[in-house]
């Protein structure tokens, strides 16, 4: 294992610490916890919102704090749940009596313990909604889930929910808009090659040089098929036609698209790519309103890629386009 790292019991802790050290002006550490907040949490007047899971999917979710989307970001250990208390104590600092919402990715694990986290926080009075998010079209059930799983659409819920947030929106209108944007995202990767977990020192699974596997989770969990590996443009294929499979779109509708890296493929591929994407989808009449390139939800030094299209309308639309300050939003 070759990792730029020190202690492999220790990454998390030192990530937080680095990531906030960079980030001073947006971002503060709750001393004791492995939670995240706004540097200027909590807001006054403003319903926060939180989200997080296990670590080794950066930016996800601390890059996403700062005015405009999250509050709060909670890191579990590698590709773990963030526990009930550290999730009751990043629900603490951030409420500022107007009631948090909880942005939650479907897996066991996570849903189990934000919920319990919220069974905390509305004994001592803090108002909670969640939302779940279940954008994989790839497989039903999975190792880590009940139903769909939640991969890098889960980044348009923290954009636009936190951006209605921002805007003085209610506890309620958080919520609904977050359910929006849940039923209109749809997404789906490939991944080319496996990620080592640091405390375990070795791959997760095996694939060979010849093989890909479609369908991925963002943990290593199995997809779909195992292929032979296809160029962009057949992978574009086979991802935008999955995707569109559930979405209902008319002439009329514009989209917006993510393109994600899983950690280890270069940004040259991810544009080839999505010249792949964007053709496809101009040839089947989908209008293309915005698009964004790069890692936004990884599995720590996966070679691969997800495609994400969120289906929008005026009110996500302006959302979309409202401004926000964090580490990785672009």
């Known amino acids: ?59 996800s979710h601390a890059g996403y704090v700062g005015r405009g989307m999250l509050d709060a970001a909670v890191a579990g250990e590698v590709f773990t749940s963030p526990t009930p208390d550290q999730i009751y104590e990043g629900m603490k600092a ?60 889960t980044v348009f819920v923290h954009k636009i929910a936190g951006a209605k947030a921002e805007k003085g929106g209610s506890l309620e209108e958080v919520e609904a808009v977050a359910n929006k944007v849940i039923s209109h995202v749809k997404s789906m990767g490939i991944a080319l090659t496996p990620c080592t977990i640091p405390a375990v020192g070795k791959p997760g699974f095996e694939i060979s040089e010849e093989e890909m596997e479609v369908g991925m989770g963002i943990h290593g969990e199995p997809g779909i ?4 590996v296809k160029t962009s443009h057949e992978i574009a294929e086979l991802l935008v036609e999955k995707v569109l499979a ?26 080839i790519f999505n010249k792949d994407v964007s053709e496809i989808l101009a040839k089947k009449g989908v209008q293309v309103y915005k698009t964004f390139v790069g890692e936004y939800m990884t599995s720590i030094e996966m070679a691969g890629l997800s495609l994400s299209i969120l289906k929008l309308d005026d009110e996500l639309t302006e959302l979309l386009e409202a401004p926000a300050d964090t580490a990785a939003w672009k």
């Open 94 to 153: 951030i409420d500022s009596g107007n009631g948090v919402l909880m942005v939650i990715k479907n897996y066991t694990g996570d849903v189990m313990n934000f919920e319990m986290a919220a069974e905390l926080a509305e004994a001592e009075g803090i108002k909670v909604a969640k939302v779940i998010v279940n954008d994989d079209v790839a497989v039903e059930n999975s190792t880590f889930t009940t139903g769909r799983r939640g991969i890098a659409g």
């Open 1 to 59: 294992m070759k990792k730029v790292i020190n202690n492999p019991e220790a990454v998390v802790h030192e990530m937080i610490e680095g990531m906030v050290q960079a980030y001073p002006d947006k971002l503060r550490h709750l001393e004791g916890t492995t939670v995240i907040v706004r540097a200027d949490a909590p807001v006054p007047g403003k319903v926060a919102v939180i989200s997080g899971g296990g670590s080794g999917h950066e930016p």
């Open 225 to 228: 098929e195992r292929t032979k």
């Open 246 to 271: 559930e979405h209902q779109l008319t002439a009329e509708d514009k989209v917006a698209v993510l393109i994600n890296g899983l950690g280890a493929t270069p940004l040259m591929e991810l544009f």
